[in-house]
């Protein structure tokens, strides 16, 4: 059975010690107005961060696991239906083009929500998810908050790259880093939620996931185990792979019109790149390709592939040239 929705998700996996601090937190009468949860893509910050949102706005309940609250509890259900009136809830939506954004017209309302006396006596209750996708204006629209904020007012924050929020943002935040499950856990959810696959595409799912439910559950109802395999030849053709299947490789990605494709490319890549790099650098056996450069240089393209990822899907760029482009470096020279 896949997990629903984090606003309406009663399960949490691998985080209880951060819950549980949470809670301790909020049981002192130390709880701080702004917290900002990192963690990698899918590890579950946003699940974590609605079911503190929650057990708050239900007058913190005592419960066996930290933060839970029944799923027949009033509260759960409107906040999962997304109608409790002391709960605002934002997430990055499609702008120009395919690109994710959170618009700055609705972060300026949230000063607005969280000055507003709660609707049922308790807290105001904020929450964004990926919050780098917000740009430097609407990141500023929240600071006057940040600075000065409401009693009775919390913000919480979801992010797989703080060095992308504003460096005034974190400093007023409390920090919570969420950190990959282990692989085992992993492999229970892969055959609690994928038992139509075989052991071994789940075991590869697995893998490549690196320890988020989410971005396993991403990868198994897209094309995970398709471009895993696609990142998987290019390398094994380094340093010197066939400009024709370059291109057909390129075509097949930028087909894709929503951008999935492309990014989870590209995604897979770099994190193939990334272990083989710490690999070599820890003195491990390395894939041979990497013998072609210095590892200082190869280090170097794995950013390149990034910053060449992230602005292609910004600024609405030729996904097939971003493909070439970015794949041409990594060849031989």
């Known amino acids: 059975m896949m997990p629903p929705e984090p606003p309406g998700n009663p399960l949490l996996f691998g985080h209880e010690a951060a819950a549980r601090m ?22 579950g910050k946003a699940t974590l961060a609605y079911r503190f949102a929650r057990w708050l706005l239900a007058g913190r309940p005592e419960a066996a696991e930290p933060l839970a609250l029944a799923q027949d509890n009033t509260v759960f259900r409107r906040v999962a239906a997304g109608t409790h ?41 904020v929450v964004v998810e ?57 492999l229970g959810l892969a055959e609690e939620w994928l038992p139509d696959l ?31 395999e696609q990142v998987q030849g290019f390398l094994a053709e380094l340093p010197r792979p066939d400009p024709r299947r370059l291109h057909q490789l390129a075509d097949a990605l930028a087909a894709k019109r929503d951008g999935t494709a492309f990014v989870t490319f590209v995604e897979l890549l770099r994190d193939r790149l990334g ?30 592939l990034g910053h060449l990822a992230i602005e292609t899907e910004a600024l609405n760029l030729d996904r ?14």
Request: charged content about 20%.
């Open 85 to 125: 009136a002391d709960l605002k809830g934002l997430a990055p939506t499609s702008g120009s083009g395919v690109k994710l954004m959170i618009r700055v017209d609705e972060v300026r309302q949230v000063p607005r929500f969280l000055g507003l006396t709660a609707a049922e006596g308790g807290w105001r209750i």
């Open 22 to 43: 949470l809670a301790a937190t909020a049981g002192d009468g130390r709880l701080h107005h702004a917290w900002l949860f990192t963690g990698p893509l899918g590890v």
């Open 320 to 333: 097939k040239q971003a493909v070439l482009s970015g794949l041409s470096q990594l060849a031989s020279r």
């Open 198 to 228: 075989s052991a071994q595409q789940r075991a590869v799912l697995t893998e490549i996931s690196a320890g988020a439910p989410g971005r396993l559950l991403r990868l198994a109802e897209g094309d995970g185990l398709a471009l895993h």
């Open 130 to 186: 990926q919050a780098e996708a917000m740009n430097a204006e609407a990141q500023n629209a929240l600071l006057k908050t940040l600075e000065e904020p409401p009693a009775r007012a919390l913000l919480l924050l979801t992010t797989s790259a703080p060095d992308r929020l504003l460096p005034t943002i974190r400093s007023r935040c409390r920090r919570i880093d969420l950190f990959p499950l282990a692989e085992a856990e992993m």
């Open 275 to 304: 272990t083989a790099i710490r690999q070599a650098a820890r003195g491990i056996p390395a894939p041979s390709f990497l013998s072609a450069r210095p590892l200082a240089e190869w280090a170097t393209l794995w950013d390149t």
